[in-house]
């Protein structure tokens, strides 16, 4: 294999681990909107006691992922939950793009929540609306 080839398959790999970093970059920057709008210094943030997540494995199967994604950071994202729950709980057939305004995040971000509490039967979708369960 020539110094070329080498030199481009290097290349593609960055190109390939950016594009799979790209989301994880983007709620980042989500989230340094949100704390700073609620006084939330990114130095205080990155202090917290939470570890960083260990790097995952190419070869993790997603399921593993997804269910450790859920022992993950549970306060915050149960706080999001609540959030969310009141919300729907107090404007029945608000949207998840009036949530998102209204909490100042990105609406896509709160998808992921929504689903989750249909599963579990804490609120329903129909269409776009959202209502208690």
């Known amino acids: 294999m020539s110094v070329i080839d080498e030199l481009k398959g290097l290349e593609d790999r ?8 790209r989301p994880l970059v983007d709620e980042y920057r989500e989230l340094e909107q949100v704390a700073e709008r609620l006084g939330v210094s990114p130095a205080a943030a ?7 997540r260990p790097r ?28 969310l729950l009141a919300m729907v709980k107090d404007r029945p057939g ?3 793009r009036e949530v998102g305004s209204e909490l100042g995040v990105d ?27």
């Open 56 to 83: 995952r494995s190419r070869r993790r199967p997603r399921t593993t992922a997804r269910a450790n994604a859920g022992r993950r950071g549970t306060t915050r994202s149960n706080g999001r939950r609540d959030q």
């Open 46 to 52: 990155a202090s917290a006691d939470t570890p960083a």
């Open 94 to 96: 608000i949207t998840v």
């Open 14 to 21: 960055v190109a390939r681990r950016m594009n799979e970093l």
């Open 107 to 133: 609406p896509t971000s709160l998808y992921r929540i929504v689903h989750r509490l249909e599963q579990d039967g804490a609120l329903q979708k129909r269409g776009r609306e959202l209502l208690p369960g």
